[in-house]
């Protein structure tokens, strides 16, 4: 298996642009979860789907952030508009419902906003 | 709601000396525990699980863990550590019915020649 697989691996780009950040899970596996991981904040999730349908979004910090999952291979993680702060590796990991909820993380994504 | 403290932010341990992390959780059940790693610019990799039954479990690259009910423990144990087991180390606990990961703050792992 080729794991959870996330493009692309860095991004930089200008405050007020929009990033979007693409994650594919482990095929066979139904739930899949958006974090952000950062020095001063650590491990946060953001957002978790199962069978595609957002389950618990609280971690979503603002409207600026938005995820989709509009298939069991592939989500979104957008930011519209991006600012210095949005920095941080972003990481999507997938889990199996009916299993014992090991979570698998992708490579991560490390975005810099400039 | 479950929680998991991981008190030692940073441990410093000579090559070929033993280690112990330490984690700690609430949760009014009996939990599932998880300890992932996570190298430098790389993701979470799952080191080990406890769901139920034998308190000792095994995992990839030596690692073992310890579940203690009576502490609300479940710390992380290798026998010899190398250098490259220097990296970052995560506790987490689900609940059951509940597909999210509560994550501690991590213990970062030095290891001096």
């Known amino acids: 298996d080729a794991g959870v697989i996330q493009s692309p691996r860095h991004e930089v780009t200008e405050m007020g642009q929009e990033v979007t950040l693409r994650c594919k899970p482990i095929?066979?596996?139904?739930?899949l979860f958006w974090y952000r991981q950062t020095m001063m904040r650590g491990l946060e999730l953001l957002i978790y789907f199962n069978n595609n349908v957002p389950i618990d979004d609280s971690g979503m910090p603002e409207d600026r952030f938005s995820a989709k999952m509009p298939n069991a291979s592939f989500s979104t993680l957008k930011i519209q508009p991006s600012e210095p702060r949005d920095s941080a590796v972003y990481f999507c990991?997938?889990?199996?419902?009916?299993?014992?909820?090991?979570?698998?993380f992708g490579p991560g994504t490390r975005l810099t906003v400039t | 709601a479950q929680s998991v403290t991981q008190p030692d932010i940073h441990i410093t341990v000579s090559e070929g000396a033993s280690l112990e992390l330490r984690c700690n959780y609430s949760y009014g059940a009996t939990p599932y525990l998880f300890w992932y790693v996570q190298s430098p610019g790389q993701g979470l990799q799952l080191l080990l699980k406890y769901f139920s039954g034998d308190t000792l479990v095994q995992g990839i690259k030596g690692f073992e863990a310890e579940f203690k009910r009576s502490q609300s423990s479940f710390n992380l144990r290798k026998p010899s550590v190398h250098w490259s087991d220097a990296a970052e180390y995560f506790c987490a606990v689900g609940a059951g019915g509940n597909e999210k990961l509560t994550f501690g703050t991590g213990t970062r792992l030095t290891i001096i020649p």
């Open positions: 095929s066979g596996h139904n739930s």
């Open positions: 990991a997938s889990t199996q419902t009916g299993g014992f909820y090991e979570q698998y």
